[in-house]
């Protein structure tokens, strides 16, 4: 069964601290891996996609990184304006679920000034 | 572009009874997603279409319909709704889904908050 993971369920940063969220995964042959920012009261906004084992991807204080059963998120120096919910979704080329994205329970992330 | 948008943004209705969500895109997707998000269970997929006039069901379809009519709009109709619909329910669209590499990702709108009492 295609399965997806988010660790840690929240986490409290002060603001200047890198740290990193995880999302590991289990799927029938991976198509994309995609993050999402979710601020409360709001839908999801699209951050990256990420294809294959190795890739990387950038914008401002976030990278994002991929293996062959893990990704992470890493926040390099966080600001407040940060603080948010991350979403981990995965798109499986096979099985049951038709090429339709599965959901982590996502990272709260609170950035302290 | 206003890209995703939902009617209405909040509702409460009685058990029993029923009502429409309207989603509409004007990014000329083809693809459009129903979806519901509850406290500690993440994202689930209702219902989706893969175009006009198809639609096809989610991880958890039942006590709903869905129509797409035309292109840019997705309806989700609860005809007898329950309790254990509280939930908020978000739509998304995507240019395309099972492309080897790009235009997977999908687009959210701003959701709707419906409690059942």
């Known amino acids: 069964e295609d399965q997806v993971t988010q660790s840690p369920e929240a986490l409290r940063l002060q603001e200047g601290e890198s740290s990193s969220l995880n999302c590991s995964y289990t799927?029938?042959?991976?198509?994309?891996l995609f993050w999402y920012r979710q601020d409360p009261g709001k839908g999801p906004e699209f951050l990256f996609t990420?294809?294959?084992a190795g890739e990387e991807k950038e914008k401002e204080r976030l990278k994002a990184t991929l293996t062959k059963k893990e990704s992470f998120l890493h926040i390099t120096a966080p600001k407040p304006e940060d603080s948010a919910t991350y979403l981990c979704?995965?798109?499986?080329?096979?099985?049951?679920?038709?090429?339709?994205?599965?959901f982590g329970k996502g990272t709260k992330l609170s950035v302290k000034p | 572009n206003a890209g995703v948008t939902q009617t209405p943004k909040f509702r409460v209705l009685k058990t029993g009874q029923s009502m429409t969500l309207l989603c509409a895109q004007d990014?000329?997707?083809?693809?459009m997603y129903w979806y519901r998000q509850d406290p500690g269970m993440g994202l689930r997929l209702i219902h989706y279409?893969?175009?006009?006039?198809?639609?096809a069901k989610g991880e958890v379809p039942d006590g709903y319909n869905v129509s797409r009519l035309k292109k840019q709009n997705f309806l989700l109709g609860l005809e007898s709704a329950a309790p254990s619909q509280t939930s908020v329910y978000f739509c998304?669209?995507?240019?395309?889904?099972?492309?080897?590499?790009?235009?997977?990702?999908?687009?959210f709108g701003p959701g709707t908050r419906l409690t059942v009492l």
């Open positions: 990420l294809y294959s």
């Open positions: 979704a995965v798109q499986a080329k096979n099985g049951g679920s038709q090429g339709n994205l599965i």
């Open positions: 998304a669209s995507s240019y395309s889904k099972m492309r080897l590499a790009g235009n997977n990702e999908q687009f």
């Open positions: 279409s893969v175009g006009e006039g198809t639609t």
């Open positions: 799927v029938s042959g991976l198509r994309g």
């Open positions: 990014m000329n997707h083809e693809y």
